[in-house]
């Protein structure tokens, strides 16, 4: 057995371990901060299923409109393929079967193609977090947006009902855009991966980065409603146009190098981010938060900004033609797609300028 072989037996053998202990009766630790501090009823009162985007006013929209000035447009979704970078074990794997699947028909002989698609539609590329995917385990169950819990009635292994990513895209995302650039904050290329989970460490964007990013770009200020954007040049590991010319071993190397930590928002800046009330935020890494973040708590922004007040995130956008284009605000239009129940969504986001 070669060395991976025996690191994944290793791993196998600890999950079945840790399995049969929980399974055994062994108390699973919780969290109530969501029941004694009040996360829900949200603010938007206890029937709410789409969170922040709610802010919306036809006002804010005619607003962001007139960001477009250029006539210029970037696509800001990566392109889906199977050895693209994904968390754990996620993947993406695409047949096309036949080849032609149908077909021929008619006088004309009309031949068509279909395709096969397994992976994790809503978790995988450029994915949009919707409100159910992240939770607390509480001594009531397991909490998520809005006081829901994976234990309500309407939740199955065929759908999370009123946790479903089809209640946000009811709404959708047109926003004026704002994109943090901080490798210009930092003077470099690349913003590094934290090495300590510590406000100081050049990888973790705190509040006081997010102000001076503000400052230093001439924005004005972060105001309700707005969908804030952070690049750290940390999304080139799996680059945007150049990922195909790469031989295996590269690739190999850039995902290890890309799923290694992250750098991003620290939890003082998405606290900052909330307070702006802004509706969405994403950058060009797979947690747009940083890996490992100030605190010791893994993933506190998702949490905090997600299942607390129903800030959702869009992670692995590729940023690099508005970092190109020196654009920092801009005209924002995403919605997810309306999938019954599910996490998340894959998607195509879209800037105008």
């Known amino acids: 057995m070669n060395i991976?072989?025996?690191?994944?037996?290793?791993a196998s053998l600890i999950i079945v371990s840790v399995f049969a202990t929980i399974t055994a009766g062994s108390a699973i630790a919780v969290n109530d901060a969501p029941l004694t501090e009040n996360w829900a009823p949200s603010e938007w009162g206890a029937d709410d299923k789409a969170g922040s985007v709610n802010r919306t006013t036809p006002e804010m929209v005619l607003k962001a409109t007139k960001?477009?000035?250029?006539?210029?447009?970037?696509?800001l979704g990566k392109v889906y393929q199977q050895d693209a970078p994904a968390f754990g074990s996620r993947g993406w794997r695409m047949i096309i079967p036949g080849l032609p699947t149908g077909g021929p028909f008619g006088p004309q002989e009309l031949v068509y193609n279909d395709e096969y698609l397994a992976t994790e539609i809503g978790q995988i590329g450029t994915q949009f977090d919707g409100p159910g995917h992240i939770g607390v385990s509480t001594s009531k169950g397991m909490f998520y947006y809005n006081g829901r819990y994976l234990e309500d009635a309407d939740v199955s292994t065929y759908g999370l009902g009123s946790l479903g990513v089809e209640h946000v895209a009811n709404k959708g995302f047109v926003c004026r855009g704002v994109l943090l650039d901080a490798t210009a904050l930092r003077g470099v290329e690349q913003v590094p991966v934290p090495k300590e989970s510590k406000r100081g460490d050049p990888g973790i964007i705190t509040d006081d980065d997010v102000k001076e990013m503000v400052?230093?770009?001439?924005?004005g200020s972060i105001n309700e409603g707005d969908c804030v954007f952070l690049y750290t040049g940390h999304g080139n590991e799996w680059h945007p146009s150049l990922w195909d010319t790469f031989s295996a071993e590269e690739k190999g190397n850039r995902i290890a190098r890309f799923n290694s930590g992250s750098p991003g928002f620290g939890i003082s800046a998405c606290d900052y981010l909330a307070s702006r009330k802004i509706i969405l935020w994403g950058g060009d890494t797979w947690p747009t938060e940083a890996v490992p973040g100030e605190n010791a708590q893994p993933f506190e922004c998702h949490i905090k900004m997600m299942t607390k007040r129903g800030i959702w995130n869009l992670e692995n956008l590729d940023l690099s033609q508005l970092v190109a284009d020196k654009v920092h605000e801009f005209l924002f239009v995403w919605s997810p797609l309306k999938m019954k129940g599910a996490t998340g969504s894959p998607g195509n986001p879209v800037a105008l300028y």
């Open 4 to 10: 991976s072989k025996q690191k994944k037996h290793l």
């Open 67 to 75: 960001l477009v000035k250029r006539g210029k447009v970037a696509t």
């Open 215 to 219: 400052k230093r770009q001439g924005l």
